[in-house]
């Protein structure tokens, strides 16, 4: 092996360690709640296992992300929940890297449970998005600098939700992607990551939907492309344009958004349907179907070979991913509002308490490992890294990984 | 010999441009500040501001006064922008372990004719290295225009007027949780005073406070089955005429009622005088006397679709059915004419059957930006169960 090589190696491996463990949106990279880090503590407490602890400096639903070694944060504060705040940690330390804020442009009304920041932000691996319950959208860079400012409601004033809004951005390609789906002026839009402009803008059924929009990639598509879930079904947008590429008419759930991977989409419907994504040439085709599969808040992890669904009462179904045979169902101390995250071979379910189960995962998955006290009022998914949970409730965010 | 020469001169001219650059940026930063208040909405002007905003975020520490100046008088989104430029440098300049411009930025904070916003965002640069700040500055913000730094004086008030009670001085402590009310402007602050002097016997005026119209007369229902009401606009939307009376709802005959709430937050339960009625629409009229022309907020709370008009001219509508609702959840402004006004209300419940979708209600107030109330001169007195306990 030459010297070329060899750097050549040790280059990309420094990559890697920069760039692979990054978990860039609501529910990881693709969007499936998993990742393959076998290395997450399996239980900690107060002098175990806690990397690092950090306040935050205002309330969140929202869940954390991690991009390049950064983990970035979202938090809403004052009476009126009007102060919105971005902020960027050192994923190794801890220590706080910079704190950005900024003042609604958009209604901040929502119920007491929730609040402003209940969007988890997304990111393209060189910028943060930033979207809020306000629906303001910024953008800034992993330095914290400001690259724009969109305010959503304030181009449409009749945008928002007074029980909060809450889905999340994604990015596909070059275009950050927001749902706006509420009684007024209810819209998605696509929106240039580098400028800030508006590429499209369609209406959108005038009715609440704290659905997240979802890339298509996982799903197949031989473009870039974005799922829109609505009370009504799915709609199918080529993310750069627009432009509808097809449609499916189901009744759809409301707060729980869809999962695509390996070619399929798996879509919270009267439980959950497999489904093999429309085209041009045809329309979706349900695969499998099965009402014992009911999500209620948190949305369906889905591994390689089995898809999760926790529901309100805290029971949580494990099912065959290729056909929807229910493998396992055991019940956890609930309410779930968090998705929870597959890391390894564990399932890690955050309950609105603040306690994290540990539980393995799955055919013969379902035994509680561990049962594990953060603080109280989890509602945001965690995110999973280099062997790290990291985890938020509206005063704190935590690292929970091994000690090196 | 030559290379070490070539090396100096590129250096010198290194430190040329970087001094050039920095000349530039202190007479250009007013034309920064000028290019990022331009922002519009739908992104319009975001790359001659996200150009602008780089040049702006290098700016000296000293500068920040005179970017906070640049908020005064901007739109919401140019203010976050420059406020995201004044957060990155106040955190670089203590980052590389500097001092910030504090008596500039003190002065600033006083001059109460700045934005708001800017005056608190630079009262919270200071508090961040000086520990005297908030009580230092703060308990002299009882009246300020900056209701983030007002709420801050009232907390302090309270402290005080609890320490006063603490040490057994009644007289003293309601005096100073009488000033702390008066003062207030946040709703959470207005309830924690009214309690607390209500249980020291003392009655206070709420709706005077706030500013709520109590007195309505109501004209119900009309039809708003499937919500196909909303946009009707039925004969109060044409004249206001409180002897009048209409085909209403199923071609019965209805007629102007009089109402008063007697709710200390101003609510009209409408389902208290007109019954719990579904897909219906309800008008509800008042009048509103002042002797200068003035504008002011209309600040409207209901669970229900609803429309606002001043003199017959559409302040705002609103189709949003049973999402939440709060004191102010609507607010609009609207210029009062010398003289008597009307105010009409149009308020539309749908046919939801859920428990929690049966509310049929408003509650409405007239204020200044900050919340203080704007009262008719014909106001009549507060009803009795209406005022604090």
Redesign the interface.
Known sequence: MTRISLHLMFAVCLLVLATGADWRQFRGNDGSSTSADVNVPLRWSAGENIAWKADLPGRGASGPIVVKGRIIVLASSGVKQNRLHVLCFDAASGKQRWHRQFWATGRTLTHPQSAVAANTPASDGQRIFAFFSSNDLICLDLDGNLQWYRGLAHDYPKAGNDVGMAASPVVVGKTVIVQIENQGDSFAAGINTATGETRWRIDRPARANWCSPISLAGAGAKQDAVLLQSATGLVALDAYSGKQLWTYKSSCETITSSVAKGGLLYVPSGGIKALRPGSSAGPAKVVWKSSQLSPGAASPVVSEREIYVANRAGVVTCADLASGKVLWKERFKGPFWATPVLAGKHLYLVNYSGQVQVVTAGRKGGRLVSTNELGDKIQGSPAVADGALYVRNDQSLWKIAKER | MRRNRSILFLGIALLSLEATAGFCQDNDLAGHLKTIRA?G???QG??A??AA??QV?KADAERLPQILAGMDGAG??A???L???V??IA?RQLAGGNKLPQASLEKFLLATHHDS?ARRLAYEWIAQVDRTAASRLIPKMLNDPSL?LR?DAVAQAIDRAETLLGDGKKDAGVVAYKKAFTAAR?V?QIKACEEKLSNLGQSVDMPVHFGFLMEWKLVAPFDNTDKSGFNVAYGPEKKVDVNATYQGKGDKKVGWIDHVTNDPYGNVDLTKPLGKLKGAVCYAVTEFTVDEEREVDFRLGSYNANKIWLNGKLLTA????H????ID?YRVRGTLKRGRNVILLKICQNEQTESWAQSWHFQLRVCDKIGTPVLSTTRPPTPKKAEGK
């Open positions: 922002v909405p739908k992104g975001h790359q501001a996200a905003w780089k975020a919401p989104l203010q976050n922008w406020r995201a430029a957060d990155a955190e916003r983030e709420r946040d959470d609103n189709e949003v059915y999402a939440a609702t709060a959840q």
